[in-house]
């Protein structure tokens, strides 16, 4: 321990524990021993914060020093244990309802992380002069990791249709990242321009397919909830194919 720091308090550390069921907060692992980490190191915020900590096993603590394991998914994980514990969010937010938006949500946004790793992954395959690029796959398998995590709790607060939903869109990511793993060369050479449209098009459709199934578990028209959310800090949203933004017009 750094000279100076005090200890975490017994009530900070059991909460930390408790919101972590007493397991490695990452989904993957779930190891015991446990340790309680800062996410942004102590040495910066010098305090001991909940929304800065978790729990995680002594590897799992190691491969994050090391940054084996980076910051912004560390910040993912945390959150998928916010979803799963209602103390920790205001009283208006703690519905079912809400709950699911959050998960729905979540589970977007990592979707779209691991498209982006795929994509990079794929570009930096073509580009490599030096071998099978590792770097960028570790990222791309971290990023499968946390949408997995965010598919099953997703599944968790929906029900079954939303959950088929899920599991469709997450299983054609997968064998789109399996066949770039794979150096499959239909990947990296279409044949045609449209066939390149035609693909990103059904992975779009898979997700209006699963926000139709939210909208139906809430009750709610899909025009009265967004497709996504608005853009946020510069994330870049899946492109929008023609002759979809219209899919909901409401009447009158």
């Given amino acids: 321990m750094a000279a100076n720091r ?10 930390l524990l408790v919101e972590a069921g007493h397991r490695c907060a990452i989904p993957t692992c779930r190891a015991t021993p446990l340790e309680i980490a800062h996410i942004v190191p102590w040495h910066r915020v010098r305090r001991h914060d909940l929304p800065n900590m978790i729990v995680l096993c002594p590897n799992c603590h190691t491969r994050f020093d090391r940054g084996d394991i980076d910051r912004q998914a560390m910040f993912r994980y945390k959150e998928l244990l916010r979803l799963s514990d209602a103390n920790h969010v205001a009283p208006e937010d703690s519905s079912p309802r809400a709950g699911l938006i959050r998960a729905y949500r979540l589970f977007q946004n990592e979707m779209i992380r691991w498209h982006k790793s795929i994509t990079q992954l794929a570009l930096a395959v073509v580009l490599s002069s030096a071998g099978f690029p590792t770097g960028t796959a570790e990222r791309c398998l971290r990023a499968a990791s946390v949408a997995r995590a965010a598919a099953d709790k997703l599944a968790e607060l929906g029900d079954e249709d939303v959950t088929e939903a899920a599991n469709h869109l997450f299983d054609r990511y997968r064998a789109w990242a399996d066949d770039v793993f794979d150096l499959k ?27 139709e199934e939210v909208c139906a578990a809430l009750d709610l028209d899909p025009a009265e909830l967004d497709l996504f959310e608005a853009r946020r800090n510069g994330r870049e949203l899946p492109a929008v194919p023609l002759g979809t933004r219209g899919l909901w017009k409401t009447g009158g």
């Fill in 6 to 15: 005090p200890k975490v308090p017994r009530p900070l550390a059991r909460q």
């Fill in 185 to 211: 060369p239909s990947v990296f050479h279409r044949s045609s321009r449209d066939e390149y449209e035609d693909e990103r098009r059904e992975r779009f459709m898979e997700f209006v397919a699963l926000h």
